[in-house]
């Protein structure tokens, strides 16, 4: 019994073929995604619908090649941005993706166009979301004429694996495009048609875990979700005691719960079988400790006149070696954050006694940790009870033994690695089966995820 995971991300589109009884990832491939297209406008962040199809294709038909028994397939990728369909269920327009900054630029009130459809729906928006992009094409007529609805990307990739002409999303999707209603699991209808948003064009909603079609090979096709919660799918065992903690290029914390309960500061997002996410969502994450590499690059070449490899794996020893006193504080929000774009990071509690590089090395992991840290105890707050368990994901955990550790002490849990990578394929393939009735509950299924030890 095998399944595949595919995950269409900005830039990168990876698939694995997962075996559904070991856990084990037989095969994984990832394909750099370089489909981006020149807009006519500077602020515009496209992408080519076909060309990331013709990737997904042919990663489905490379594992389809080399395996026979495989019983179920389970899309994911990046949330928020949205490609046009027409009648007959190819795209009509470029997909917009979630970078793209149209939503930000300003009408003739002086709002931008976020904080319009934001101020007049009542709802948090923000540039990228799918609602906003639409919103912007309706304001200035130019919503291709041959359109008759829009969806997410991977939304896409499942119409055209199973030959459909109409785009059935996910809620986990539907609600990252914006002015989604959780407790009625739908679109606000009433509040995008008083914005003057034209709702015939809008995709149908499920929240089900179910099969939306077959391909060619009559292979199940599940229908896709949100990379993130696909990424949380693929990490825990248990979701409603389980925290993950992603650094990456941003970092975030998710964890699960089963009531719609309003959190100040964090996104509640649809999840599965009932369950919704609390996602606390840090813009800098990895950022902040790339940044303080590339300064001590700067120092090296500065001095040597010589450019300078990688200074992580030195940035690691001397942490290793000389564990400072943590006394060096470092706020790591170097670019703001969602609510508050205009914050800034600082350095405090600098002294002669703290203004060594492995003080500033261990400020910034700490920082990292902290601003996490700090979502985590709003979250516990709001849900009433701690988690039980920690799991990190993403290159800046499985890559920083020093980062682990401190977050061990910072939450006092210890800290669970999946062995696999490609957390939001293998979410999308577990997904996929039990949509396709190969395990009874996600539950169920997510026993199969296996950890690796990691040591410090």
């Not at 709702?199 to 090979?217: E, F, H, K, Q, Y």
């Not at 949380?232 to 914390?253: A, K, P, R, Y």
């Not at 009531?259 to 606390?280: N, Q, V």
């Not at 590499?293 to 001397?318: N, V, W």
């Amino acid at each position: 019994m095998k399944s595949i995971g595919i995950d269409i991300g900005t830039t990168t589109i990876c698939g694995i073929v997962l075996d559904g009884q070991t856990g084990c990832v037989l095969q994984s491939k990832t394909i750099p995604n370089k489909t981006s297209v020149s807009g006519s406008r500077p602020y515009e962040r496209l992408q080519d619908p076909e060309l990331i199809i013709g990737a997904v294709l042919k990663l489905y038909d490379s594992f389809t090649a080399d395996y026979q028994d495989i019983v179920s397939l389970g899309l994911t990728g990046q949330m928020h941005g949205i490609v046009y369909t027409g009648e007959d269920g190819q795209a009509v327009s470029p997909l917009y993706t979630w970078l793209d900054e149209r939503g930000n630029q300003t009408m003739e009130d002086g709002q931008t166009y976020a904080q319009s459809l934001s101020e007049k729906t009542g709802y948090p928006l923000a540039t990228g979301f799918g609602m906003v992009t639409h919103y912007w094409h309706t304001l200035h007529h130019s919503i291709p004429s041959n359109a008759v609805s829009f969806c997410t990307i991977q939304d896409y990739a499942a119409m055209r694996l199973t030959s459909s002409t109409v785009p059935l999303i996910h809620a986990s999707d539907a609600a990252s495009l914006g002015c989604y209603q959780m407790d009625r699991q739908g679109f606000d209808t009433r509040g995008l048609q008083a914005a003057g948003i034209d709702t015939g064009l809008l995709p149908s909603v499920t929240a089900d875990m179910r099969v939306i079609g077959v391909t060619a090979d009559q292979i199940p096709v599940s229908a896709a979700i949100g990379d993130n919660q696909a990424s949380f799918i693929g990490s825990v065992q248990d979701m409603e005691h389980t925290i993950l903690v992603n650094v990456g290029t941003g970092s975030q914390i998710s964890l699960g719960t089963d009531k719609i309960t309003p959190c100040s500061g964090i996104e509640l997002r649809p999840c599965a079988e009932d369950t919704y996410l609390f996602a606390g969502s840090c813009l800098c994450g990895g950022r902040a400790y790339a940044a303080l590499e590339q300064f001590f690059k700067e120092c090296a070449e500065m001095i040597t006149g010589c450019p300078t490899e990688s200074l992580y794996p030195h940035m690691d020893r001397l942490l290793r070696e000389q564990r400072p006193s943590g006394k060096l504080k470092v706020d790591t929000r170097f670019a703001g954050t969602r609510e508050a774009p205009y914050l800034t990071g600082s350095v405090s509690h600098m002294t002669l006694e703290t203004f060594h590089p492995a003080d500033f090395i261990y400020g910034v992991l700490d920082g990292i940790a902290g601003e996490l840290f700090d979502y985590y105890q709003l979250i516990c707050k709001t849900k009433g009870s701690p988690a039980q368990k920690m799991v990190g994901s993403g290159n800046g955990i499985r890559m920083n033994g020093n980062l682990q550790q401190i977050l061990r002490e910072k939450f006092q849990m210890e800290l669970s690695i999946p062995c696999h990578q490609e957390e939001a394929s293998y979410g999308a393939a577990l997904f996929s089966m039990v949509s396709a009735g190969y395990y009874p509950s996600l539950t169920d299924a997510q026993q199969i995820i296996k950890y690796t030890d990691v040591n410090f």
